[in-house]
């Protein structure tokens, strides 16, 4: 079992469909952080989110950080194609010595 | 634009070869991780590094190695290599306080 979950792993729609991918975990971390992978590169970091209950929006990308700072989610709206590749969420956890632990993963493909 | 080079982006090799993977970054951070990752699927830590002759294992048991004697530089060898090594090894380092990582391109292995 991993200590962060991510769901759904694949995820296929429609342009301009919503879409959004949950990261649980029963442990608390100190920020959460997300990342976007495309194909052939390494990910590259979206946001952190610090604050219990914060919510940051990063123009079509809305991501939020659950209040006992267990959980995240991240929501598109209107996907586009450009917003295709593994999405990971990475937790920070003081009590672990700052280790950062990803979860699994959330593949998102948007076809035109 | 992160300044973390790998070095080289794809290598295919025969079964029982010596390899060498370069990272170098230019950011001076002190933190520096090697993971494994197959196409698409999650991050596997398998090594890192707090400082200069610092070197520790990861949560995935690997053959290979890996030194740090200089800050910006942090290369993994495999002295014989096999097809199960076959993936790609991404090398990040990571900035403190917030803890972002900034990832290379990768370099894809690819054992016959």
């Known amino acids: 079992t991993q200590l962060l979950e991510q769901s759904p792993q694949f995820l296929s729609i429609q342009e301009g469909e919503n879409l959004t991918v949950y990261c649980n975990s029963s442990?608390?971390?100190?920020?959460l952080q997300w990342y976007r992978q495309e194909p052939g590169e390494g990910p590259v970091l979206l946001v952190t989110v610090v604050t219990g209950g914060e919510v940051k929006k990063l123009k079509r990308l809305t991501f939020q950080f659950g209040d006992a700072r267990k959980d995240s989610s991240l929501h598109i709206t209107a996907a586009q194609p450009g917003d295709t590749g593994l999405y990971l969420c990475?937790?920070?956890?003081?009590?672990?010595?700052?280790?950062?632990?990803f979860g699994g993963g959330t593949r998102v493909l948007v076809k035109p | 634009e992160a300044d973390i080079y790998q070095t080289p982006r794809y290598l295919v090799i025969g079964t029982g070869k010596k390899i060498t993977l370069e990272c170098s970054q230019t950011m001076g951070h002190d933190k520096m991780y090697w993971y494994q990752q197959d196409p698409g699927m999650e991050l596997h830590l398998i090594h890192y590094?707090?400082?200069?002759?610092?070197?520790e294992k990861g949560d995935l048991s690997s053959e290979s190695t890996v030194s740090r004697i200089r800050t910006e530089h942090f290369p993994l060898t495999l002295e014989s290599a096999r097809p199960s090594h076959t993936s790609q090894y991404l090398c990040?380092?990571?900035?403190?306080?917030?803890?972002?990582?900034?990832f290379g391109e990768g370099s894809r292995l690819t054992v016959l």
């Open positions: 590094s707090y400082g200069v002759n610092s070197t």
């Open positions: 990475a937790g920070l956890r003081k009590a672990a010595g700052n280790k950062l632990t």
């Open positions: 442990s608390v971390f100190s920020s």
């Open positions: 990040a380092s990571r900035r403190g306080g917030t803890g972002e990582l900034f």
